[in-house]
């Protein structure tokens, strides 16, 4: 009998781009589904683009019709306001599921690395080249859909999955 497969959606917030990547979990393999950016315009106003990457976030989440999201938590930098700005749009990737009912994860960005690459210190092109391994099938034109594409990794390990194979 075969499992019906649980779709995860995962995100990288973030105000200018807002990575997103979902994949499908049966038994104890991960299977590729989608990637891409939401982007909002850097000219607008903060409410502006904050409604630009709501409406993406939305879009995201009608079409892909996932059961599970997770997000990636803030780290918290130097410079406050760009802390306050990416606070704002991981918001937005909270908010939008939650009005959809589904239930949503934060992951802090080591337990991530850690979880995918083994290492909480993993550079960008380590967490690319695991997402590879994990989905060979996976395509993503941007760092910050790689990331999402990790953070649903992280996610359908967290909830409970052991091992997977390669799909």
């Known amino acids: 009998m075969r499992e ?3 779709r995860i959606v995962g995100f ?3 105000l200018r781009k807002t990575g997103w ?6 038994n104890n393999r991960l299977i590729f589904v989608g990637s891409g950016l939401i ?3 850097g000219k607008s106003d903060l409410a502006t683009r904050l409604l630009q990457l709501h ?3 939305m879009s995201v989440l009608q079409k892909y019709e996932p059961q599970e999201v997770a997000v990636e938590q803030t780290f918290v930098n130097k410079d406050a306001t ?3 700005k990416l606070g704002h749009a991981r918001a937005i ?3 939008a599921p939650a009005q959809l009912g589904l239930p949503v994860s934060e992951y802090a960005p080591n337990a991530v690395k850690k979880t995918v690459v083994g290492v909480g210190h993993a550079d960008k092109k380590q967490v690319q080249t695991m997402v590879k391994m994990l989905l060979p099938k996976a395509y993503f034109d941007s760092e910050d859909a790689a990331d999402a594409l990790a953070i649903a990794i992280c996610h359908a390990h967290q909830r409970g999955q ?3 194979k390669i799909a």
């Open 4 to 6: 019906h497969p649980t």
């Open 12 to 14: 990288d917030p973030g």
């Open 21 to 26: 990547g979902a994949i499908d979990v049966i």
């Open 39 to 41: 982007t909002s315009e």
């Open 55 to 57: 409406n993406g976030v």
């Open 82 to 84: 760009a802390t306050l």
């Open 93 to 95: 990737s909270l908010l």
């Open 162 to 164: 052991k091992t997977y």
